[in-house]
């Protein structure tokens, strides 16, 4: 079959609604329990065959995104043995916050190469070597994410929340707020969340992000952020993604989400701020 002649695909946010530290391995990386989300605010990749590999980033997040083989959507690329292609990488999610822009990009870059060049996907977990948070991104819906990141199972949707992200502008570097962790063995998440709204929302609060105090220590820049989130009326839980430094707020209400973003930007006119549906 010929192939098509682009392919196009969303690489939305994601967000760690929590994300509980269980243990370290032996070569250093931490095993995780995680209830993943995605958001409907998202980078966009195109692809299209051409002589040669290629990259080029635009959009309001460009500044700083490295566009040559250090990008992890050109390694991602690499990774499956695509023949050359150009792809074009449109930043709108700030870089190094916490809510996997780049993991989204090469996972939303995977996708793309594989409707272009007609070949199934490959298994999640064969993407771990482009980064923990890559197997989640490639088929962006609400799950339990275990393992060092590797280990994905369906949770069977959440209520209708709307989310509020916030970033105030300050770039947490991963491997730095693993190290400040106080402590690596923590219970896991309680089981998993009810289906409804407000019962939700209860479950989602008794449990924890464990890298929030670290990631607090390495960047009192969030402190301010999470208390933001935390004013703001119809706000049912306020926590940090990831490795920070992006906080979030949940909303039952898209009005209620807007009205929060609106009520923040006012005061603090120089942060990130985006709200959507979750996906
Ligand atoms: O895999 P990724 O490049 O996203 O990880 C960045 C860093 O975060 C790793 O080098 C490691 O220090 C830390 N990490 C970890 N355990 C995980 C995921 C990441 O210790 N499960």
Redesign the pocket.
């Known amino acids: 079959m010929e192939p098509t002649a682009k392919a196009t695909e969303a690489a939305p946010a994601k967000v760690n609604l929590t994300l509980h530290v269980t243990g370290r391995r032996a070569d250093?990386?931490?095993l995780?329990d995680s209830l993943v989300a995605f958001v409907g605010i998202s980078d966009k990749v195109t692809v299209a065959p051409a002589d040669r590999m290629a990259l080029a980033v635009s959009g309001p997040r460009a500044a700083g995104v490295p566009a040559d083989a250090r990008n992890l959507v050109w390694k991602a690329a690499e990774l499956l043995g695509t023949p050359p292609v150009a792809i074009a990488l449109e930043k709108t999610l700030p870089a190094a916050a916490g809510i996997g822009g780049g993991s989204s990009d090469a996972a939303a870059v995977v996708r793309a190469l594989s409707r272009l060049w007609d070949r199934p996907l490959p298994e999640a977990r064969t993407l771990l070597p482009l980064?923990?948070?890559v197997p989640v991104c490639l088929a962006p819906q609400s799950v339990r994410m275990q393992g060092?990141?590797e280990e994905i199972s369906p949770v069977g949707g959440l209520p209708p929340f709307w989310i509020l992200l916030a970033n105030p502008g300050v770039e947490v570097p991963?491997?730095a707020v693993?190290k400040a962790l106080v402590s690596r063995d923590n219970p896991p998440m309680d089981g998993l969340p009810p289906k409804e709204a407000a019962a939700c929302l209860a479950w989602l609060r008794a449990q924890r992000n464990d890298l929030e105090p670290a990631a607090l220590s390495v960047e009192p820049a969030i402190a301010p952020v999470l208390a933001a989130l935390a004013g703001q009326p119809g706000c049912g839980l306020t926590r940090m993604s990831g490795s920070g430094a992006t906080c979030f707020g949940l909303f039952e209400s898209e009005v209620a989400a807007a009205a929060a973003r609106a009520s923040i930007a006012r005061a603090e006119p120089g942060w990130w701020l985006a709200a959507g549906p979750l996906l």
Do not use: K, S
Request: cysteine-free.
């Open positions: 250093g990386y931490h995780l980064g923990a948070d060092v990141g991963t491997p693993f």
